[in-house]
C-alpha cells in the first residue's frame, strides 16, 4: 500500500538549493535543533488515507532533514518522535509507530554511516517493544564512532516524568551522601536529566500550526528560540528549515541580559 522511499537524490532546484545553503552557513548555525514532528495524521485524514500512512510519509521528511541539517552544520537534530503519553492512541497506530524506527534505520543506516551521523536516543527504553529497541541499539552501535551530527531520537519520551525522575535521584544521591544542598543548582541537577552533557536547543521547531511543547524538553527550551508553523510534517522541507533558521540568524539572543 506504501510506497518504499527512494534514495536522495538530487533535484531541479537542487543548485538553488546549495546557494541557499551557502548563504545561511554564512552566519551563526543553531548548534542544537529539536523538533516536534506533527501533522502526520492531518496529513493523512486530508488524502483520505490511513493515519500511517501520513507516519510513512514522515518518515521520508526525517530522512531529508536529517540530511540538510548535516550539510548546514548543524551539531545535533533531536526528534520529538513518540511521547510517553502517545500510548494512548490506538492499538494499531501505536504498533506502526513502534515499527518505523526499525524500517527506517534497517534502510538507510548504511547511509547514516557514510553521511558520518550518528544516532542516539533519549526516552524510557524499558517499556519499547524488543524488536524497537533492538533496531536502535543496532544503529546507536554501528554509527558510535561517528563525530558529525548527532541524530537524537526522543523516542517514549516526557519531560515532566523526566523531571520528576531526576528529583528522585537528587534526593537518592542527598541521602547518600553524594551531593549536599549547598551542590545543588541548575548546572548539577541537569545532570540529573536524560540530555545530561547535552547543549540546550538553540532552536524548536513545531509543524501542524500547534503553538505547545507538549511535554518536550521543558527544562531544556528555558532560553531556545522557537519557531512554529502551519505547514504538516510530511510537507515540510528544505525551504522550511532554512526559513526558520533564518528567522533564527535575525533574532537576538539575550538569555535574560540586555
Do not use: C
Not at 518504499?4 to 554564512?26: A, F, G, H, Q
Not at 532533514?65 to 548546514?72: D, E, I, P, R, S
Not at 543548582?185 to 524548536?204: A, G, I, Q, V
Amino acid at each position: 500500500m506504501l510506497d518504499k522511499m527512494k534514495p536522495w537524490k538530487n533535484t531541479k532546484n537542487s543548485s538553488v538549493l546549495r546557494d541557499k545553503i551557502e548563504v545561511i552557513k554564512e552566519q551563526t548555525i543553531p548548534a542544537h535543533v529539536a523538533i516536534i514532528m506533527d501533522g502526520n495524521g492531518r496529513w493523512a485524514k486530508k488524502r483520505a488515507l490511513p493515519r500511517i500512512a501520513g507516519h510513512h510519509e514522515g518518515m521520508k521528511v526525517v530522512r531529508k532533514m536529517t540530511k540538510l541539517a548535516n550539510q548546514l552544520g548543524i551539531k545535533r537534530l533531536t526528534l520529538y518522535a513518540f511521547s510517553t503519553e502517545n500510548w494512548k492512541r490506538p492499538k494499531t497506530e501505536v504498533d506502526y509507530l513502534m515499527k518505523l524506527p526499525e524500517e527506517f534505520l534497517g534502510t538507510f543506516l548504511p547511509e547514516l554511516v557514510e553521511e558520518n551521523v550518528r544516532v542516539e536516543m533519549m526516552g524510557y527504553k524499558e517499556s519499547l517493544p524488543s524488536h524497537t529497541l533492538k533496531a536502535i541499539e543496532r544503529a546507536m552501535n554501528a554509527t558510535k564512532g561517528n563525530d558529525g551530527l548527532v541524530l537524537n531520537f526522543a523516542l517514549n519520551y516526557g519531560s515532566r516524568a523526566e523531571i520528576v525522575d531526576g528529583v528522585k535521584r537528587v534526593l537518592d544521591d542527598y541521602k547518600r551522601g553524594i551531593i549536599s544542598e549547598e551542590m545543588l543548582n541548575e548546572d548539577s541537577f541537569s545532570t540529573y536529566l536524560m540530555t545530561k552533557n547535552t547543549p540546550d536547543p538553540d532552536l524548536l521547531i513545531r509543524t501542524s500550526g500547534e503553538i505547545r511543547l507538549s511535554n518536550f524538553m521543558l527544562w531544556q527550551l528555558a532560553y531556545t528560540e522557537f519557531w512554529f508553523t502551519d505547514v504538516l510534517w510530511p510537507d515540510f522541507n528544505e525551504d522550511h528549515l532554512l526559513e526558520a533558521i533564518e528567522v533564527y540568524q535575525n533574532r537576538q539572543r539575550r538569555f535574560g541580559g540586555v
